[in-house]
């Protein structure tokens, strides 16, 4: 699996949208890039995935750049309850994912009031 | 929310005791894991599942076993519990494409 870096902690206002980074230089062409954020004390959650081209849901965007050897993902308008720990996995996806996921320490966003 | 529930949600027991956590989905999903969190090491992978019957070892699976007897349940087992398995246990359910849904955790507390 491609390894991930992010920066350790970041702050954000609230009502501000949070751009968390994440650098993948080693990605492979057939590995996603997904993206789970644990707040205190709960279980991590699904945020989102992609492989090329931007995605948008519900809870978040994902820019990843042409050569996808980076991402961002977009909290539009960061509230207090989106403060937590972002966790950025880029994994092979398919048949094979069965042998879990593999967390790094992530990022810790602390959105500001 | 992923329907997935976690039981007991807290447990304290003693060292050398047997103790079996239960994770329950009403989601039918092929897969299933089993991971601890401690301070300092993240989530670790304990066991996974790819149907039943079928499960296989994570990256720290000493010490533990699992079952899976049907769709719904998956069950940890610690034969003999020690303190160093004193840790919050999360269960996932997942899909192929690597949407984990996670359970919310047991508080395990070996004494």
């Known amino acids: 699996d491609a390894k991930t870096t992010q920066p350790p902690s970041m702050d954000c206002a609230e009502g501000r949208a949070a751009n968390l980074p994440c650098n993948h230089s080693?990605?492979?062409?057939?590995?996603?890039v997904y993206w789970y954020r644990q707040i205190h004390s709960q279980g991590p959650q699904y945020i989102i995935h992609?492989?090329?081209n931007n995605e948008t849901n519900e809870m978040a965007s994902l820019i990843i750049t042409e050569d996808r050897k980076s991402s961002t993902l977009i909290l539009p308008h960061a509230t207090l309850r989106d403060t937590a720990v972002y966790y950025c996995?880029?994994?092979?996806?398919?048949?094979?994912?069965?042998?879990?996921?593999?967390f790094g320490k992530g990022t810790h966003l602390i959105i500001q009031p | 929310d992923a329907g997935i529930t976690q039981s007991p949600r807290h447990k304290v027991t003693e060292t050398g005791t047997p103790v079996t956590l239960r994770c329950h989905q009403t989601?039918?999903?092929?897969?299933m894991y089993w991971y601890r969190q401690d301070p300092g090491h993240g989530l670790r992978l304990i066991h996974y599942?790819?149907?039943?019957?079928?499960?296989d070892k994570g990256e720290v699976s000493d010490g533990y076993s699992v079952s899976r007897s049907k769709t719904e349940d998956f069950l940890l087992t610690l034969e003999s519990a020690t303190s160093s398995q004193t840790s919050v246990y999360f269960c996932?359910?997942?899909?192929?494409?690597?949407?984990?849904?996670f359970g919310p955790g047991t508080r395990l507390t070996v004494t």
């Open positions: 996995i880029v994994r092979v996806a398919g048949g094979g994912g069965a042998d879990g996921l593999t």
């Open positions: 080693t990605i492979s062409g057939n590995e996603y």
């Open positions: 992609g492989l090329k």
């Open positions: 989601e039918n999903h092929r897969y």
């Open positions: 599942s790819y149907g039943v019957k079928d499960t």
């Open positions: 996932a359910i997942g899909t192929d494409l690597y949407e984990q849904y």
